[in-house]
């Protein structure tokens, strides 16, 4: 039985949840952490299933992965879960809560600095405090990859994005530090910028039918990015061929950002 593990950071849907899906193809062993109301529960339930008729080990956490003194327990708890001579290979990201306000709303409260704190400390921060505790609990494999999930945000600007856009470019930053500080780990940091994808997270953003129309207008492939084109790129990151690619953002989104 392979002894790698992959865990997932917000996997109960969307690109987390394509991604686990992927890696438990490919025999990694998973563990999710996410945060989920009970009424959702029984359709992520039986996604989580299926991931664990591929003959994987797939345990999950319905908790606060933001919560500092969670954070702390839950990986106690992986490492007490893991069986000896069992590593985290692969760490994935994909933790989207933040604000989408407008800073100049026609009505309503404006976007605040504790809006973007939130939102920098969920989507970037976040994946940081995560790799610290598995590096201070020896718990990633010899060769790991990280894989974190940024968008055109990081450059572009959108209306009710700021809190999002901010985050994205500090992850960004974040991914490259740590590739650097963390090379004689053996870790690999990378972040894949995903093209628009109808994710729940996605279909939270203001305006969303436009930046929907607008995309497939830009796309020279004539579609919108699928979590599962995301997953592809991400599984690529974990394998062998890939180990000399870190500190990058890597584009996947069919040529959707060439104009």
């Not at 992520?44 to 999950?60: C, D, L, P, S, Y």
């Not at 709303?105 to 605040?112: F, M, N, V, W």
Request: proline share 4%; with cysteine.
């Amino acid at each position: 039985m392979e002894k790698n593990w992959a865990l997932v950071l917000g996997g109960s849907n969307g690109l987390g949840l394509a991604t686990a899906t992927k890696l438990a193809k490919h025999g990694f062993h998973i563990v999710i952490v996410h945060r989920d109301r009970r009424s959702e529960m029984d359709t992520i339930e039986a996604n989580f299933e299926v991931m664990r008729t591929m003959g994987v080990q797939v345990k999950t956490f319905n908790a606060d992965a933001l919560s500092p003194i969670r954070q702390k327990e839950l990986v106690k708890e992986i490492k007490t879960m893991l069986p000896e001579g069992h590593h985290i290979k692969v760490l994935v990201h994909s933790i989207a809560k933040g604000s989408l306000k407008p800073m100049h709303p026609k009505e309503g409260a404006p976007l605040s600095n504790q809006d973007i704190k939130i939102t920098f400390e969920a989507m970037a921060l976040s994946l940081y405090e995560w790799t610290r505790l598995l590096v201070d609990e020896n718990l990633f494999a010899a060769d790991s990859r990280i894989i974190s999930f940024t968008s055109e945000g990081n450059t572009r600007a959108l209306p009710n994005y700021g809190a999002v856009s901010v985050a994205k470019v500090a992850l960004e930053a974040l991914t490259r530090n740590m590739a650097l500080e963390f090379a004689p780990l053996g870790i690999k940091a990378n972040c894949i910028q995903a093209g628009v994808t109808l994710t729940k997270s996605f279909q939270m953003i203001p305006g969303q039918d436009q930046i929907k129309e607008h995309a497939l207008k830009r796309n020279p492939n004539g579609r919108l990015t699928t979590p599962e084109d995301i997953a592809n790129a991400a599984y690529l990151l974990t394998r062998d061929e890939a180990k000399w690619i870190t500190g990058t953002v890597i584009k996947v989104d069919g040529g959707e950002s060439l104009r």
